[in-house]
């Protein structure tokens, strides 16, 4: 139910981003938004309890966003803090995302490594994804010293895991059935 209410309540945001032709730069509002949320779990709360006015919320969010972000991202963050549903606004930002990026054909890769990669590494990586996806890439990093090396990449619901750690966990359940 949260998900197909989170859903619609993002979609009439992209359709109005759409129409004013502020797509990117509402879906980069709204991450920061999101994050300002998520940073700051108190003013979440202020948001959701019922026993504040409206008038206050509305207040709150003015003095916090006002003159920051997209005058139509504000009047959103108000509409659905008066419907209650300024709680989903995380699922709410990831419904536009991803109509945003099916819309512009991106697709997004999550690259897991050992330790940061070069910036020319990192183009190669974003290139060769690029042609094995046919899309545009957007791809998020990110450092895990605990799979000693090589690379995990998250494409859509795939997953490519030529890590360190998972060969040797394969090597180690190799050697436990050869033995038992």
Excluded: H
Excluded at 57 to 62: E, G, N, R, Y
């Amino acid at each position: 139910m949260a998900e197909i209410v989170s859903e619609r309540y993002a979609l009439s945001l992209y359709e109005v981003a759409k129409e004013e032709k502020k797509t990117a730069e509402l879906l980069e509002e709204l991450e920061a938004v999101t994050q300002v949320f998520a940073d700051n779990p108190d003013l979440m709360k202020v948001l959701k309890t019922p026993s504040i006015q409206f008038s206050e919320k509305k207040d709150t969010l003015q003095n916090v966003f006002g003159g920051r972000i997209d005058p139509y991202l504000l009047n959103f963050l108000m509409l659905i803090t008066e419907k209650r549903r300024i709680g989903l606004l995380p699922e709410m930002t990831e419904a536009y995302k991803q109509q945003y990026y099916f819309e512009e054909g991106i697709c997004e890769v999550r690259a897991t490594t050992a330790a940061p990669m070069s910036a020319e590494l990192t183009e190669k990586l974003k290139a060769k994804m690029c042609s094995v996806t046919g899309k545009k890439v957007v791809l998020k990093t990110k450092v895990d010293p605990s799979i000693l090396g090589g690379i995990v990449v998250k494409v859509d619901n795939k997953q490519i895991d030529t890590s360190v750690k998972t060969r040797l966990q394969e090597l180690a359940q190799q050697l436990t059935q050869t033995i038992a």
